[in-house]
């Protein structure tokens, strides 16, 4: 595999065919921790490259299949009929270095999480958040056989379970026995499909709404993980951000009351797998093996420390 870097990709992209000309410029693009992203530009077109890496950019070890960019498009080409001005187009597709282009966002579109620290809080987004979820949900049910290729958790466990609940288990053994419920039912579902990594540095907003990034760890599973998932980081940006916590409440209200008005399909028990799986996700975004890096007022970490266990234990 060739290490994809912002110094080789002009020659790279050249000898694929993906761009042409004398002036083409790559330049790296921030982001995760698990890929090679890079913005590639002509004069006359604009797009991204993407790599998988073996090793994530985290503080602890943390590894993962590089394959698992094969399922990121396949969920992408699944998806984009159905969400067509949320989920970037596939270019090409190189399979035998792990990589491929997609339409790159609109030049200012800025990564929601971004301006949620930089105190631009605005409901609405939340509101539209929501009702894209919920589309993305019904759409893996509505029309199931684009989808029943993605039952493989393998990439799920490596980069969802292994270093969230494993891991949190590990730190807080107080509350592995409501972990391990969660990991039981989570292999034992398959109500749809689950992005599993729709937070707000995924979401690339601007003027006419925003860019779903990121689908690697997608698969059939309980899509209500994404609901907790993305509720615990405006839960934790709303603790670090005292003059703004109202806002992001509503934000958060609005999240999901968005989301539930637009499925269509039943998701039975919501409530209660959401409220859990947010508090779990409030936990190991403090203690797993990627931990937020916003948050760092002791006083207010314990504070959502306790918020987390009591939202994962009260729930069974």
């Known amino acids: 595999m060739l290490a994809l870097t912002a110094e080789n990709a002009v020659d790279y992209v050249r000898r694929q065919g993906w761009a042409k000309g004398e002036s083409v410029r790559a330049a790296w693009l921030s982001g995760g921790v698990s890929n090679v992203v890079l913005r590639i530009e002509t004069p006359t077109d604009r797009f991204v490259l993407k790599q998988s890496c073996p090793q994530l950019r985290t503080r602890d070890a943390w590894f993962s299949d590089v394959d698992r960019i094969y399922r990121e498009i396949e969920v992408m080409q699944a998806l984009q009929p159905h969400l067509p001005d949320i989920v970037p187009k596939v270019r090409f597709v190189d399979r035998d270095n792990f990589a491929f282009a997609m339409d790159h966002a609109p030049r200012e579109a800025r990564p929601w999480k971004e301006l949620l620290l930089a105190g631009t809080v605005d409901a609405e987004m939340g509101a539209s958040a929501g009702r894209v979820l919920g589309r993305m949900h019904d759409a893996s049910v509505q029309h199931r056989a684009a989808f029943e290729g993605f039952r493989d958790r393998r990439v799920f466990d490596q980069l969802r379970i292994d270093p969230f609940y494993r891991r949190l288990k590990l730190r807080l053994p107080e509350v592995a026995t409501h972990l391990d419920g969660l990991i039981a039912e989570f292999n034992e579902r398959d109500d749809g499909l689950c992005h599993g ?55 958060s209200r609005r999240f999901l009351d968005a989301y539930q008005a637009e499925r269509t399909t039943d998701c039975p028990d919501l409530e209660r797998r959401t409220t859990a799986h947010w508090g779990a996700c409030i936990l190991t975004r403090l203690e797993g093996t990627s931990p937020v890096d916003y948050l760092t007022d002791e006083a207010k970490r314990a504070e959502a420390r306790a918020l987390g266990f009591a939202m994962l234990c009260d729930q069974g």
């Open 197 to 251: 990594d729709y937070t707000p540095k995924n979401m690339l907003v601007h003027a006419t709404g925003f860019t779903l990034v990121d689908y690697e760890t997608a698969c059939l599973g309980d899509p209500t993980f994404d609901l907790g998932l993305c509720l615990a980081h405006l839960t934790l940006k709303e603790m670090r951000d005292a003059d703004h916590a109202n806002a992001l409440q509503e934000t």
